[in-house]
Structures are given as structure tokens and as C-alpha cells.
């Protein structure tokens, strides 16, 4: 069964401060990858995602993903975050042509202070 | 803002009651699908639409009830819910195929 590793469960930085949190799957076949952001109060938005091609993916607001398929990683990089950033990120993975199952990591929740 | 608009924004029911949730889309999308989220965990699968047919029940339980009625719309029917059932239960959509979803802002669920 497929399932998503977030180890960082709590991160606290400083504003300029980078960015990298993990994620890794367990899958034996190919697989599609995401980051998603949930900003307090709002709705499950798309950072970016992972189909195929360039392993380096860059989304909106300045992230950006590289997928290692050796370490079945897909780690989420800001070179600088800032406030507004303070978020709940939750990585999420599915087959590859069968996005409907879609399966979510525990989150990490972070906190940006000014 | 979002696409995908879920109503109510929150409800609050005893576990006697029958109360339905809604989702609405118009991006021509042809899958939807329906989470549960706890506090402080991952949105959990619970059902999937494709073309308007359910294709996944991840085994839940038949309180739940889904229906999707058109293209556009997909409900919830709840019925006899528990309190553990209290949740924040959110809507997504998605092109069918490799594509990414897309989700409402959800229905925070209270059982008393």
C-alpha cells in the first residue's frame, strides 16, 4: 500500500530564513507528487506537483520540489520564507494515470515570525 | 478564492438527524471526490466520482451517503452520525485523468 512520510512534523523559522521540508512514499510502481498548502482558514490550495520530466519543480510563491527517485523523496524548498507563509504543508502522492487515490502526509504546520 | 464551493460553511446536528452537504464546481471537471479531515491530520479519502458513477468507497460507513447528481454537483447525505463523525468534511475536483485537484474550503461537521 502507498503511503507518505512528513517527518517534520513542527518547523519554526525566522523570517528569511530557508526552507526544506521532507516528504517521503512508499511505492513500488511511478508515481504522480504534490505539495499542498493549507493557510489557517482557508481551503487545500496546490503549491506544485510532479508528473513527469524535470525532477526540479518549481510552483507558485517562490517553491520549488525535487524529485529523487533513488530516495523516493520529494522535498519542498524556499530559499527565503516570509510571514505569510505560515502554513500547514501536506505533501501527497498517487499512481501515476490513476491521480483519483490520492494519498495525503500527516502535514508539517510553519510558523514564520517576523 | 476557491472553485469549489461547499455549503454549509458549518453544522452543527444530533445524531438523530438527517442533513446533507453540498459541492459545486464548474470547471467542467468529471471527477469528485470526498474527504474527511480531523484536527491536526491528513485529509483522509472517502468517496470518488468519476463521469457522475462512484468508482472508491473507502469502506465508510453507510451513514454516509454520496449522491452526485449531475456533472456539477455532489452531495453528502448524513443520517445517524456519531460524534466521532465530527469533522471537517471537504470537497475536491478534478479533470479526469493525471490532474491535480482542486478543493473547496469545506463543511466543519459538529455531532452532539
Known amino acids: 500500500a502507498q503511503s507518505v512520510s512528513q517527518h517534520n512534523h513542527h518547523v519554526i523559522l525566522s523570517e528569511a530564513a530557508s526552507l526544506e521540508l521532507g516528504c517521503n512514499y512508499s511505492?513500488?510502481?511511478?508515481?504522480?507528487l504534490f505539495w499542498y498548502v493549507q493557510y489557517p482558514g482557508q481551503h487545500l490550495q496546490l503549491l506544485l506537483k510532479?508528473?513527469?520530466?524535470?525532477?526540479l519543480v518549481k510552483g507558485i510563491k517562490g517553491f520549488e520540489a525535487e524529485f529523487i527517485k533513488s530516495k523516493f523523496s520529494f522535498n519542498l524548498r524556499k530559499p527565503s520564507v516570509q510571514w505569510s507563509d505560515t502554513a500547514e504543508y501536506f505533501c501527497?502522492?498517487?499512481?501515476?494515470?490513476?491521480?483519483?487515490?490520492?494519498?495525503f502526509g500527516t502535514g508539517t504546520r510553519l510558523q514564520v515570525f517576523p | 478564492d476557491t472553485e469549489v464551493t461547499q455549503t454549509p460553511k458549518h453544522l452543527v446536528m444530533g445524531m438523530t438527524n438527517k442533513k446533507s452537504l453540498k459541492c459545486e464546481q464548474h470547471m467542467g471537471h468529471r471527477a469528485m471526490y470526498w474527504y474527511k479531515q480531523k484536527a491536526k491530520k491528513p485529509p483522509e479519502l472517502m468517496f470518488v466520482y468519476s463521469y457522475e458513477k462512484l468508482s472508491i468507497n473507502e469502506s465508510v460507513p453507510s451513514r454516509f451517503s454520496p449522491e452526485c447528481p449531475n456533472s456539477s454537483l455532489l452531495n453528502l447525505h448524513l443520517h445517524a452520525l456519531q460524534p466521532e463523525d465530527s469533522a471537517l468534511y471537504l470537497c475536491?475536483?478534478?479533470?479526469?485523468?493525471?490532474?491535480?485537484?482542486?478543493f473547496g474550503d469545506g463543511t466543519r461537521l459538529s455531532i452532539l
Open positions: 511505492y513500488g510502481g511511478t508515481v504522480n
Open positions: 501527497a502522492v498517487s499512481r501515476t494515470y490513476n491521480t483519483d487515490k490520492l494519498i
Open positions: 475536491a475536483s478534478s479533470q479526469i485523468g493525471n490532474q491535480p485537484q482542486h
Open positions: 510532479y508528473f513527469s520530466g524535470d525532477p
